[in-house]
């Protein structure tokens, strides 16, 4: 995976994927970027300098088949995309039902690109409402907190890591 940079959120989330992301069966790697994680995961981007194995919008439709994937995997994407409700739909499409959708997706964290969204734990288990979702904060420390002048209780979350398994019948 090429780094632009070793900041906290990236460190804390590649860690948490180290420790948490298994991939089963057939996967999609969606807004893949240059990333190759060493598994056989069809990969698609947007961007075609990448050189992904589709060219395609997350957004949809990606021409894929409905419940084709048991993986689908979309780190950092969303807040990168301008209806993100409707790019889970698509992603929810192509899921088969029992399989794992893997998300990551920075709060608060320096903007990076082109975003439209950032997602709090609330609004990514109501995007993801039928899914079985198990939801990771990546959070700040209290020296961190205290830097920035925070309530003790307060957490400073970078942002979050989700796993979350579909239930329910195939197609979304």
């Not at 395609?56 to 995309?81: C, K, M, Q, W």
């Not at 205290?146 to 579909?166: Q, S, T």
Request: net charge positive; proline share 5%; glycine share 12%.
């Amino acid at each position: 995976m090429r780094y632009r940079g070793q900041t906290f959120w990236r460190k804390r989330r590649d860690k948490i994927l180290k420790d948490r992301l298994v991939v089963a069966g057939r996967a999609l790697d969606i807004g893949c970027g240059w990333r190759k994680f060493g598994w056989n995961a069809l990969r698609v981007d947007i961007n075609p300098e990448f050189g992904p194995d589709v060219v395609g919008d997350v957004e949809g439709p990606l021409g894929l088949r409905d419940a084709s994937f048991d993986t689908v995997i979309a780190l950092d994407v969303l807040e990168h995309v301008r209806r993100p409700f409707r790019a889970v739909a698509e992603l929810t499409r192509v899921l088969k039902p029992g399989g794992t959708l893997f998300l990551t997706v920075p709060f608060c964290y320096p903007r990076h690109g082109i975003e439209y969204y950032r997602f709090s734990e609330l609004g990514l288990r109501d995007m993801l409402e039928g899914f079985e979702v198990e939801i990771v904060s990546v959070a700040r420390g209290r020296l961190a907190r205290f830097a920035r002048n925070c309530f003790p209780g307060e957490k400073i979350v970078e942002g979050y890591f989700v796993a979350a398994k579909k239930t329910g019948p195939a197609g979304g």
